[in-house]
């Protein structure tokens, strides 16, 4: 079982920057691939940057060279370093895990962190 906690979300200026983290519960979050999604309103959550268990990173083409995602094992915790920020970045923020990276239904998620970015 994997618990996972959002945190680092608020409101914040375009042009600038918010680091998003995700806290993970759970003996064996290391073999576990982590997703960062999120979701605007009236519109449907997708997929903005995941990293494997080996580290592997991918991004959707609007995050690319503004966000970057890593992890830290040791601490059980993915990282969403979001620079650059834009109007159209707001939205509710969630991670989520999968073994497999089955992001079309993964294992598990969080409870979502806002991020609101004014123009």
């Known amino acids: 079982q994997v618990q996972l906690i959002e945190s680092g979300g608020g409101l914040v200026q375009a042009g600038g920057s918010l680091r998003l983290s995700c806290a993970a519960s759970g003996r064996f979050f290391i073999e576990y691939a982590v997703g960062w999604f999120r979701q605007a309103p009236g519109k449907q959550r997708e997929l903005v940057a995941a990293?494997?268990?080996?580290?592997?990173?991918d991004y959707t083409d609007f995050v690319k060279g503004r966000f970057t995602i890593s992890r830290d094992d040791a601490k059980n915790t993915v990282f969403l370093q979001m620079n650059s920020l834009k109007p159209e970045d707001t939205a509710v923020y969630y991670c989520?895990?999968?073994?497999?990276?089955?992001?079309?239904?993964?294992?598990?998620w969080g409870q979502g962190t806002q991020v609101t970015v004014s123009s």
């Open positions: 989520a895990a999968d073994r497999f990276a089955g992001w079309s239904k993964p294992d598990y």
């Open positions: 990293i494997s268990s080996g580290g592997y990173t």
